[in-house]
């Protein structure tokens, strides 16, 4: 069965998307994700199967996610930072929903920092998303002004993540 935070991706990328329905179904599970009218609805079942016996999903479960993907939609908008004054700096953003590595490894430095220079090939970061590791590229010249999220942290689809000066 998913976890709550991979039906929230799933979510996430078909609001993205030109899909209108989608349907996935894995080990007797079933999740069907339609949108209509600017909300998404989700209905997760389970298929019944002979052989084995497993409970239907609690209600509660399929409630609670769009509460708390409110939640943490309201959370990312709060922590922007109010440097957007500026129009000169360039924003490197998020290619996709995933989680945010700063580092290669948790021993290793961080690709970039605050006062780095860094040219349109430089890699800035890395995105997780779907158990896939994406190096993400600076794709301007110029220098790193300022690091808008945290390491580890979820970011969404089109999140700032670093403010370039170009040169």
Do not use: W
Request: hydrophobic content about 35%; overall charge negative; proline content about 6%.
């Amino acid at each position: 069965m998913l976890k709550i935070q991979e039906i929230r991706e799933l979510i996430k990328l078909i609001d993205q998307s030109s899909i209108n329905e989608f349907e996935y179904e894995q080990e007797g599970a079933k999740i069907s994700l339609k949108k209509g009218g600017g909300e998404t609805v989700v209905q997760q079942t389970q298929v019944p199967q002979a052989h084995v016996e497993q409970p239907a999903p609690a209600p509660q479960q399929q409630q609670q996610a769009q509460p708390e993907q409110k939640a943490q939609t309201a959370e990312t908008e709060k922590s922007e930072p109010v440097k957007e004054m500026d129009e000169s700096l360039h924003k490197i953003e998020s290619p996709m929903v995933g989680t945010f590595y700063a580092s290669p490894s948790p021993e290793e430095d961080v690709y970039v920092k605050a006062g780095d220079k860094v040219s349109n090939d430089s890699i800035v970061c890395i995105i997780e998303a779907m158990k896939l590791f994406n190096e993400i590229e600076a794709e301007v010249n110029g220098e790193i002004v300022e690091v808008l999220v945290e390491n580890g942290q979820l970011v969404e689809y089109g999140q700032p993540l670093f403010l370039v000066k170009k040169q």
